[in-house]
């Protein structure tokens, strides 16, 4: 590289997941394919890699800060480590993130938003153009494979994809991406339907992913009734019946928590009652399950009723982001 400082910065969004399930391994290896219909937020990771002072060395800025790491294996951040190891990059860097949501326990896929954004940074800090599939595949790889990390590739898939999308997850491990094609105001009205509620209740996923698996084999008939409403959820976007997102949602969730223990609990189900009772229509918690952010559908009126009476949950309204993962900012040549 010259001598003019090089910097990228990736902008690379959040997911929610309206209906489906089964994009585990435990399952789709052995019962069948899953699939979600899942829609990425205007909520966002941000991601920054640049030529670092120190050329033998590495800065890492995340909650924490590691500063002027000789080795790129005593990286304490996993993804960090393995995603610099994988590109090829051990010295010379810095990388810093900042994000619109806590980066961990949320439940809308902020810890692989990281990895797919930062490989994108750093494939682009290389000069490497790679395309959506490819930074997913990577991700996946890299957080189910080699960090071991327990848990699906729903949240890799959209967060390199953006949209709202039909991921199909097939026995051989290969995804499907398929576009829901919905009318632009369709979108707009489902998005000023929807309501983010934040329980409070920050949580790990990964003994609740790990719990799913060991227990994938005695829920086949519910993980296939969620497949069955995923691929009705996407019939009824594609026709423009968006109002049975909500009926969709609850059956969704009904079935979710039946899925293995921790993914709901006394003080989740009361909120949700709560939300009901106060005009939503059906809800869901994001992600493994245990905290985070319950998504309800609801008509716009009745939002400020269900914030209300759920005054130890945050509201946050949001909007479906069309792109994936992308630069945003490049500076200096290679």
Sequence with gaps: MSGEKRVIITKTPFRVHIAGGGDIADY????????????????????????????????????????????????????????????????????????????????????????????NALHSYKGEKVSPEQLAREAVYIEREVLREAGGKQDQYMAAYGGIKLLVFKKDGTVDVKDVEMKKKDIGELEKHLLLM??????????????????????????????????????????GRWMETGKILHENWELKKTLASGISD??????YKTAIENGAEGGELMGAGGGGFFMFFADPDKHERI????????????????EGSKVIYEQGSL
């Design 28 to 119: 789709y290896t052995k019962y069948g394919d899953g699939a979600f219909v899942s829609g990425a937020l205007n909520r966002y990771m941000y991601i920054t890699v640049s030529r670092y002072f120190f050329e033998n060395s590495i800065r890492a800025h995340y909650a924490l800060m590691e500063n002027d790491v000789t080795n790129v294996d005593e990286i304490n951040h996993p993804s960090i480590r393995e995603c610099l190891k994988f590109t090829g990059i051990t010295k010379g860097v810095q990388i810093n993130s900042i994000a619109d949501f806590p980066a961990r326990g949320t439940g809308v896929g902020s810890s692989s938003s990281f990895a797919v954004g930062l490989l």
């Design 266 to 271: 006394q003080y989740l189900n009361r909120l």
């Design 198 to 239: 934040y329980t409070g209740k920050e949580r790990s996923s990964s003994s609740i992913h790990v719990n799913q698996g060991a227990e994938a084999g005695s829920h086949v008939d519910a993980y296939r009734k969620m497949v069955d409403l995923a691929y009705k959820l996407y019939a009824a976007y594609q026709d």
């Design 307 to 322: 914030i209300e009476a759920l005054p130890e949950a945050r509201a946050e309204r949001f909007g479906f982001e069309m």
